[in-house]
């Protein structure tokens, strides 16, 4: 069921019930983190390999300290800057958390989102939300209720409606569990950003501390057509198939294919607003029965490096 009642929402988390939570980055599939059966379900949901660890969310850094073992300074710099927001920070954990969460790990990841919901739902509860993106595993993640519902609707007793993510891409994840800062994942927090409160850092998005960890694999994101990257125009696609072609491009026109096969992320060349559409851009050419969808590359700044990492990742290019 899709609904906007919080307290609904909280009643099902307290009683180890899974609840989709909206974000600001995408849908998240949310239980109880210290509930390992409620985070067992997650992973069930999701068909979600327990290798793969989970994102502790929680509405303020105090609550943070009950985890783990200490927050270095320039995690705190970052956190006092970005949080609520689109950055996630991986820290060595205490045993408070479980194994179960952080896939065996020594570490945990921890972000405070900035969705006024669901920063409502968190500070009603005195435990916090494990969650991952709240898309079947390997899908494409969701950027509205609705497209919770269509995959995992009948997974879930409650959606809670929040209206479409208005950053559109998952958060950044950098780590501290080593000598140095590591970005592992690009994402709505941009490296220019972050750079400019704590210097220079290691990026290292197709590494992790858990080798199989699929969120740093190459068949992650994609759509079910298949998806090229370049321009429809350099593909000699026969006459006959055009209409199960689609295209996304950054605001270019393509003459060659009817307009509602082409997806412009955004017409002014806006790299927020790109962001924003681009997971729904390739669901909706799926759902239109597209076969193959060429996607450009945006310009390769700000967010535009962490749209270009999910267009490369569902192209399995790395
Ligand atoms: O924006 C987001 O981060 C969204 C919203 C719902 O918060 N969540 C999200 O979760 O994208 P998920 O599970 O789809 O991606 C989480 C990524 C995975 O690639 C996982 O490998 C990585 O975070 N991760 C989680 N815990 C980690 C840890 N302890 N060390 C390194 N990477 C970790
Ligand atoms: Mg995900």
Do not use: C
């Amino acid at each position: 069921m899709i609904g906007t009642d919080i307290d609904k929402a909280a009643e099902y988390l307290k009683n180890g019930e899974l609840v989709a939570i909206p974000t600001e980055t995408v849908y998240g599939l949310a239980a109880n983190a210290f509930d390992t059966q409620a985070v067992t379900k997650i992973f069930k949901a999701k068909n979600r390999p327990f290798f793969d660890p989970l994102i502790v969310h929680t509405h303020s850094i105090d609550t943070v300290h009950q985890w783990v073992e200490n927050i270095p300074p320039q995690a705190i710099e970052l956190a006092n800057i970005f949080w609520p927001g689109p950055l996630t920070l991986v820290l060595r954990k205490k045993d408070t958390i479980s194994d179960l969460v952080t896939a065996g790990n020594p570490t945990v990841a921890v972000r405070v989102p900035n969705h006024p919901l669901t920063l409502q739902l968190l500070s009603q509860l005195d435990f916090p939300l494990a969650a991952p993106s709240a898309n079947p595993f390997g899908y494409v993640s969701p950027t509205t209720a609705q497209h919770v519902s269509d995959q995992l609707g009948d997974k879930i007793p409650y959606i809670l409606e929040g209206g479409p993510s208005k950053v559109g891409i998952e958060s950044t994840i950098i780590s501290f569990a080593g000598p140095v800062p590591e970005i592992l994942r690009l994402g709505g927090t941009s490296i220019e950003k972050i750079k400019q409160v704590i210097g220079d850092m290691e990026v290292n998005i197709n590494q992790h501390s858990n080798p199989q960890a699929p969120g740093q694999t190459d068949s992650h994101y994609a759509p079910h057509a298949r998806f090229v990257l370049g321009r429809v125009e350099d593909a000699n696609v026969p006459v006959d198939n055009l209409v199960y072609t689609g295209a996304i491009t950054f605001s270019r026109h393509i003459q060659l294919l009817a307009q509602e096969n082409q997806m412009r992320l955004s017409e002014n060349e806006d790299l927020d607003e790109a962001a924003s559409n681009i997971f729904a851009a390739m669901r909706l050419l799926d759902k239109k029965g597209m076969k193959v969808i060429y996607a450009e590359l945006m310009p390769d700044t700000g967010l535009g490096r962490a749209i270009n990492d999910r267009l490369r990742r569902a192209a399995h290019i790395k």
